[in-house]
Protein backbone atom coordinates (compact mmCIF):
# COMPACT_ATOMS: atom_id res chain seq x y z
CA UNK A 1 0.00 0.00 0.00
CA UNK A 2 2.95 2.26 0.70
CA UNK A 3 4.62 3.97 -2.09
CA UNK A 4 7.16 6.65 -2.48
CA UNK A 5 8.06 8.81 -5.33
CA UNK A 6 11.02 10.92 -5.61
CA UNK A 7 11.82 13.62 -8.00
CA UNK A 8 13.92 16.57 -8.40
CA UNK A 9 16.91 14.94 -9.78
CA UNK A 10 18.77 15.96 -12.65
CA UNK A 11 22.14 17.34 -14.29
CA UNK A 12 23.70 20.36 -11.90
CA UNK A 13 27.92 21.94 -12.39
CA UNK A 14 29.98 21.45 -9.37
CA UNK A 15 29.21 23.55 -6.51
CA UNK A 16 25.72 23.47 -7.68
CA UNK A 17 22.21 22.49 -5.80
CA UNK A 18 19.68 20.20 -6.23
CA UNK A 19 16.46 19.70 -3.60
CA UNK A 20 15.24 16.16 -4.12
CA UNK A 21 11.57 15.30 -2.85
CA UNK A 22 10.16 12.12 -1.33
CA UNK A 23 6.01 11.96 -1.82
CA UNK A 24 4.76 9.20 0.63
CA UNK A 25 1.10 7.59 0.00
CA UNK A 26 0.01 5.74 2.28
CA UNK A 27 -1.18 5.72 6.15
CA UNK A 28 0.77 6.35 9.40
CA UNK A 29 3.86 8.34 7.54
CA UNK A 30 4.74 9.73 11.24
CA UNK A 31 6.06 6.20 12.30
CA UNK A 32 8.30 5.83 10.03
CA UNK A 33 12.36 6.90 9.52
CA UNK A 34 12.56 8.19 6.28
CA UNK A 35 16.18 8.37 4.62
CA UNK A 36 17.59 8.82 1.38
CA UNK A 37 20.42 6.61 -0.26
CA UNK A 38 22.34 6.50 -2.91
CA UNK A 39 23.86 4.03 -5.44
CA UNK A 40 27.06 5.03 -7.44
CA UNK A 41 27.36 2.70 -10.78
CA UNK A 42 29.53 -0.45 -9.54
CA UNK A 43 29.35 0.38 -5.85
CA UNK A 44 26.96 -0.73 -3.19
CA UNK A 45 23.94 1.77 -1.86
CA UNK A 46 24.91 3.47 0.81
CA UNK A 47 23.21 5.92 3.49
CA UNK A 48 23.29 9.47 2.81
CA UNK A 49 21.06 10.89 5.49
CA UNK A 50 17.82 10.04 7.82
CA UNK A 51 15.34 11.45 9.86
CA UNK A 52 13.13 10.36 12.59
CA UNK A 53 9.53 10.35 13.62
CA UNK A 54 10.91 12.67 16.61
CA UNK A 55 13.05 14.65 14.04
CA UNK A 56 16.67 13.26 15.16
CA UNK A 57 18.70 13.81 11.70
CA UNK A 58 21.56 11.29 10.85
CA UNK A 59 24.26 12.32 8.08
CA UNK A 60 26.99 10.21 6.34
CA UNK A 61 30.61 12.24 6.53
CA UNK A 62 30.78 12.86 3.29
CA UNK A 63 27.66 14.93 3.24
CA UNK A 64 27.84 16.76 6.54
CA UNK A 65 27.59 20.09 6.23
CA UNK A 66 26.35 20.08 2.81
CA UNK A 67 23.06 18.15 2.72
CA UNK A 68 20.78 18.98 4.91
CA UNK A 69 17.37 16.36 5.41
CA UNK A 70 13.83 17.35 6.58
CA UNK A 71 10.32 16.34 6.53
CA UNK A 72 6.99 17.83 6.68
CA UNK A 73 4.48 15.80 7.91
CA UNK A 74 1.72 17.64 6.90
CA UNK A 75 2.06 17.01 3.28
CA UNK A 76 3.62 13.24 4.02
CA UNK A 77 6.98 14.32 2.38
CA UNK A 78 10.71 14.13 2.93
CA UNK A 79 13.46 16.63 1.16
CA UNK A 80 16.80 16.69 0.85
CA UNK A 81 18.33 20.01 -0.02
CA UNK A 82 22.10 19.42 -1.44
CA UNK A 83 24.54 21.94 -1.63
CA UNK A 84 27.94 22.52 -3.03
CA UNK A 85 27.50 19.54 -4.87
CA UNK A 86 30.71 17.77 -6.13
CA UNK A 87 31.23 14.93 -8.89
CA UNK A 88 31.06 12.43 -6.62
CA UNK A 89 28.19 13.22 -5.61
CA UNK A 90 26.28 11.57 -9.14
CA UNK A 91 24.38 8.30 -7.98
CA UNK A 92 20.88 7.49 -8.18
CA UNK A 93 19.02 8.57 -5.28
CA UNK A 94 16.85 6.49 -3.21
CA UNK A 95 14.05 7.57 -0.93
CA UNK A 96 13.06 4.73 2.00
CA UNK A 97 10.58 4.28 4.77
CA UNK A 98 11.61 1.85 7.65
CA UNK A 99 9.99 1.16 11.02
CA UNK A 100 11.92 -1.00 13.46
CA UNK A 101 13.62 -2.70 11.03
CA UNK A 102 10.76 -4.82 10.26
CA UNK A 103 9.27 -3.14 7.50
CA UNK A 104 11.09 -1.59 4.52
CA UNK A 105 9.69 0.52 1.35
CA UNK A 106 12.05 1.89 -1.37
CA UNK A 107 10.55 4.85 -4.26
CA UNK A 108 11.96 4.02 -7.50
CA UNK A 109 15.27 6.66 -7.40
CA UNK A 110 16.19 9.69 -9.05
CA UNK A 111 19.06 10.20 -11.41
CA UNK A 112 21.41 13.22 -9.86
CA UNK A 113 24.52 14.35 -12.07
CA UNK A 114 26.92 16.58 -11.14
CA UNK A 115 29.37 17.47 -14.17
CA UNK A 116 30.64 20.27 -15.92
Known amino acids: QVQLVESGGGLVQPGGSLRLSCAYSGRFFTIYTMGWYRQAPGKQRELVAD???????NYATSVKGRFTISRDNAKNSVYLQMNSLKPEDTAVYYC??????????WGQGTQVTVSS
Open 96 to 105: RATQRSTVNY
Open 51 to 57: ITSGGIT
